[in-house]
């Protein structure tokens, strides 16, 4: 079953977007890095690297689930987004089996054309992908699926 992995903002300023969430809102952060990758194929990004800073509950016994990830590119210092990419809410993540749910989008007209990379992960690499909704809303497919606990 699809389940939401995350929710993307794209920020303007991270400062003050971690002022609000993390020191306004009580959002714990949960990590802070730098990743590389084709961000510009996939999400029409102005470069390819991206400060992501995810924020959520430590406490929750599955750390994705519900987490708030802010988004920062490299050349967003005094360059605009491309056409496709713009602040606010970025895009929703699913985990997913990738190939079928784009047969499935497919099947039903819908999606449109698919933007897929291979995104290096320590265990390997593996294939993500953007479709929009009918409202344009990006959305991300990532392979996965989130266990949730047994009562």
């Known amino acids: 079953m699809p389940a939401i992995h995350h929710t993307v903002l794209a920020v303007r300023d991270l400062e003050q977007s971690l002022r609000f969430y993390r020191d306004g809102i009580g959002l714990e952060v949960l990590q802070d890095r730098i990743v590389e990758g084709d961000w510009p194929g996939l999400f029409g990004a102005p470069s390819r690297a991206l400060h992501a800073v ?67 992960t320590p265990n390997g690499s593996i294939t993500i992908a953007t479709v929009r909704d009918p409202d344009g809303v990006t959305v991300l497919l990532t392979p996965g699926s989130i266990t949730r606990p047994t009562s």
């Open 54 to 120: 995810f924020l959520g509950d430590s406490s929750t016994p599955d750390v994705y689930s519900g987490v708030l990830e802010l988004n920062v590119f490299d050349a967003d210092l005094g360059a605009a987004p491309t056409e496709q990419a713009h602040y606010g809410l970025s895009l929703i993540s699913y985990f997913v089996d990738v190939e079928a749910t784009l047969a499935r989008l497919d099947g039903l007209g819908l999606g449109g054309e698919p933007a897929r990379i291979e995104q290096p």
